[in-house]
């Protein structure tokens, strides 16, 4: 059985920074590109940032210089680091695993950023 699990979120202030994990079973995630996607209320899910199998990483514009993304093969696990972080940050943030195929999500988890 595969399973995503995400963690790390939480209410933070508005220039505070959150450290999400996302931490894999059931697959390696060396043999997947990796990707953190978020969705805030009323709003379409929309791809933050992605590092792909090589380590190639991509980022959103509207995170660019503020968040990154890494993955350690060894621990089976994904981050997203957050700095800076401003209140359209809000939103469910999701773990997705994708290669040709087949795609696996996580269940989510919140991060709220507030005074």
């Known amino acids: 059985q595969v399973q995503l699990v995400e963690s790390g979120g939480g209410l933070v202030q508005p220039g505070g920074s959150l450290r999400l994990s996302c931490a894999a079973s059931?697959?390696?995630?060396?043999?997947?590109?990796m990707l953190w996607y978020r969705q805030a209320p009323g709003k379409e899910r929309e791809l933050v940032a992605s590092?792909?199998?090589?380590?190639?990483?991509n980022y959103a514009g509207s995170v660019k210089g503020r968040f990154t993304i890494s993955r350690d093969n060894a621990k089976n696990a994904m981050y997203l680091q957050m700095n800076s972080l401003k209140s359209e940050d809000t939103a469910v943030y999701y773990c997705?695993?994708?290669?040709?195929?087949?795609?696996?999500w996580g269940q989510g988890t919140q991060v709220t950023v507030s005074p």
């Open positions: 059931g697959i390696f995630i060396s043999d997947f590109n």
């Open positions: 590092i792909i199998r090589g380590g190639s990483t």
């Open positions: 997705n695993a994708i290669q040709v195929g087949r795609t696996y």
